[in-house]
């Protein structure tokens, strides 16, 4: 229900408009604290090459295109958590 995936060009979309739409709803001046930091905390399940390479671009989007708009947000309540079951991220990777 609160989950979004990353399979078709179409989810992208919803994503980005969610992110939007978390910024936007966060600046309204009524807002709480607590619930703007609820509103900019990102979560990706999933450490394998998809949910690493999306926290970084997540976190590129953040710091140089919404900086400029959300300026206070980005530099105050923004956060990505990245979950992975296992011990380590990239595990079919080589550690090298």
């Known amino acids: ?5 990353l399979k078709e060009v179409l989810d ?5 408009s969610a992110i939007s739409d978390a910024f ?15 509103l900019l905390h ?3 399940v999933g450490g394998g ?7 970084a671009e ?3 989007l953040v710091r140089e295109d919404l900086q400029y708009y959300f300026p206070r947000l980005v530099a ?5 958590t990245l979950i992975e079951a296992l011990d380590h991220v990239l ?5 090298k």
Not at 12 to 16: D, H, K, Q, S, Y
Not at 49 to 55: M, S, Y
Not at 76 to 80: A, E, L, S, Y
Not at 91 to 95: A, E, F, G, T
Request: proline share 4%; charged share 35%; no cysteine.
């Open 58 to 60: 997540l976190a590129d």
């Open 24 to 38: 936007e709803s966060a600046m309204v001046p009524t807002q709480s604290l607590e619930e703007r930091k609820r």
């Open 1 to 5: 229900e609160h989950a979004h995936f």
């Open 49 to 55: 090459p998809t949910g690493v390479e999306f926290a």
């Open 91 to 95: 595990s079919m990777m080589d550690k």
């Open 12 to 16: 992208a979309r919803r994503i980005r």
């Open 76 to 80: 105050h309540d923004v956060k990505i």
């Open 42 to 44: 990102f979560v990706v």
